[in-house]
T-cell receptor
Framework: TQLLEQSPQFLSIQEGENLTVYCNSS?????LQWYRQEPGEGPVLLVT?????EVKKLKRLTFQFGDARKDSSLHITAAQPGDTGLYLC?????????????FGTGTRLTIIP | DTGVSQNPRHKITKRGQNVTFRCDPI?????LYWYRQTLGQGPEFLTY????????KSRLLSDRFSAERPKGSFSTLEIQRTEQGDSAMYLC???????????FGNGTRLTVT
């Protein structure tokens, strides 16, 4: 069973600060995805990383896939209230593609204006 | 783009009753997925379809759960003899191909009293 642990579980910071969220596993994933979920809605895909060591940027968000493809991080620069939400990482295993994602436990982020 | 549609959005039922949820995927997507999300957790994979064929089922999907996608378009998830532990958000997602991104609906929140 592949498990993904996210840390921290909760994070509350002031607007304008930087933060990093971590997603760790003992399993190797063929790709790793990051989603953001708002209350009462389904998760929305932010990014997919595929190659070990890969770094992707999405405006103020920087995503990195670990060299061994077991972990990932999400860094947000100059956080804004609109960044508030539940951030989920999800790993795909080679034989299944995106068909059987393993989701992490989530990081609930609150940005205080 | 109408997105993935799920109905109903909320369902409250008494223990022992049967419930059925519906998911309408994005029209050109041939893959459809069901996930369950309990409070404070990430989504957990339940099952997925490629067209009308159900290709994978999680151990979480007990005999009381059945999913169908009879014409390869919409899908239904039925829970028989509901238990309080079935209370959760049931999320549906669809994708165009095996490695294509998943598009989630906004879920059906089930409360079993």
């Amino acid at each position: 069973t592949q498990l993904l642990e996210q840390s921290p579980q909760f994070l509350s910071i002031q607007e304008g600060e930087n933060l990093t969220v971590y997603c760790n596993s003992s399993s190797v994933f063929s790709s790793l995805q990051w989603y953001r979920q708002e209350p009462g809605e389904g998760p929305v895909l932010l990014v997919t990383v595929v190659t070990g060591g890969e770094v992707k940027k999405l405006k103020r968000l920087t995503f990195q896939f670990g060299d061994a493809r077991k972990d990932s991080s999400l860094h947000i620069t100059a956080a804004q209230p609109g960044d508030t939400g539940l951030y989920l990482c999800a790993g795909a295993i080679a034989n299944f593609g995106n068909e059987k994602l393993t989701f992490g436990t989530g990081t609930r982020l609150t940005i205080i204006p | 783009d109408t997105g993935v549609s799920q109905n109903p959005r909320h369902k409250i039922t008494k223990r022992g009753q049967n419930v059925t949820f519906r998911c309408d995927p994005i029209s050109e997507h041939n893959r459809l997925y069901w996930y369950r999300q309990t409070l404070g957790q990430g989504p957990e994979f339940l099952t997925y379809f490629q067209n009308e064929a159900q290709l994978e089922k999680s151990r979480l999907l007990s005999d009381r759960f059945s999913a169908e996608r009879p014409k390869g378009s919409f899908s239904t998830l039925e829970i028989q003899r509901t238990e309080q532990g079935d209370s959760a958000m049931y999320l549906c997602a669809s994708s165009y191909a095996q490695r294509s991104p998943l598009h989630f609906g906004n879920g059906t929140r089930l409360t079993v009293t």
